[in-house]
C-alpha cells in the first residue's frame, strides 16, 4: 500500500484485513447459494425467482471483487484457497438441498440477514477510521438491505397464492 494512503488508516490494519477476508469468505459462499439455488429452484414463480437470485449471485460476486481490491490495497493477501471459505465464514453455508421456492427464498433471507449484521458492524468499525473501506462497506450493506427486501417480497408474493 502507498505510504500516504496507510496513514489515512486510523485503525489496526491486519485486524481490518481479517475482517474483510471474512466478509470475502461469505461472499463467495453467499455468490455459490444464490447461483446453485437459481439452477436447482422449482415450484411457483420460478422464473422470477431464478432471475432474482442470479441477479443477486452477480452482486455477491461484484461484492467480492470490491474486497479484493481493497484487501490488496491494505498490504493484505486475499483468501486464497476456497477451504478457507468454511473456517472463515461469519454467515455459513446453506446447500439447497430442498429446491423448493419457498425454503430457498428463506435461506437466502437468512443469509442476507446475517450478511446486514456483518456488514452493519463494518460500517461501525471503520467509521472515522478508514473512510475509503467505511464508504465501500457502506455500499455493499445498500446492495444487502435491498437484497433482504427483494426475497422477502418476492416470499410473501408466492405465499398469497397459496390463500
Ligand atoms: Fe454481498
Ligand atoms: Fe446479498
Ligand atoms: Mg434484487
Known amino acids: 500500500m502507498g505510504t500516504k494512503g496507510r ?3 486510523k485503525m489496526d490494519v491486519d485486524e481490518l484485513i481479517e475482517l474483510l ?11 455459490y447459494q444464490y447461483w446453485t439455488g437459481a439452477k ?8 422470477e425467482a431464478e432471475a432474482e437470485l442470479i441477479e443477486h449471485a452477480n452482486d455477491e460476486l461484484r461484492h467480492a471483487d470490491m474486497l479484493v481490491e481493497r484487501i490488496i ?9 476456497p477451504k478457507e471459505w468454511y473456517e472463515k465464514t461469519n ?4 446447500p439447497p438441498t430442498d429446491p423448493s421456492v419457498i425454503k430457498i427464498l428463506e435461506q437466502n433471507i437468512e ?37 433482504e427486501e427483494d426475497l422477502q417480497t418476492l416470499l410473501e408474493d408466492i405465499e398469497k397464492m397459496h390463500k
Do not use: S
Not at 454467515?91 to 446453506?94: H, P, R, T, V
Open 7 to 9: 496513514e489515512l488508516v
Open 21 to 31: 477476508n471474512k466478509a470475502l469468505a461469505d461472499e463467495w459462499l453467499a455468490y
Open 40 to 47: 436447482v429452484v422449482e415450484g411457483a414463480m420460478r422464473g
Open 73 to 81: 490495497q491494505l498490504g493484505g493477501v486475499p483468501l486464497l484457497d
Open 91 to 94: 454467515c455459513e453455508y446453506l
Open 111 to 147: 443469509g442476507e440477514q446475517c450478511a446486514i449484521d456483518v456488514y452493519r458492524k463494518l460500517t461501525e468499525l471503520t467509521r472515522d477510521k478508514d473512510e475509503i473501506t467505511y464508504f465501500m462497506v457502506l455500499e455493499i450493506l445498500k446492495d444487502e438491505v435491498e437484497h
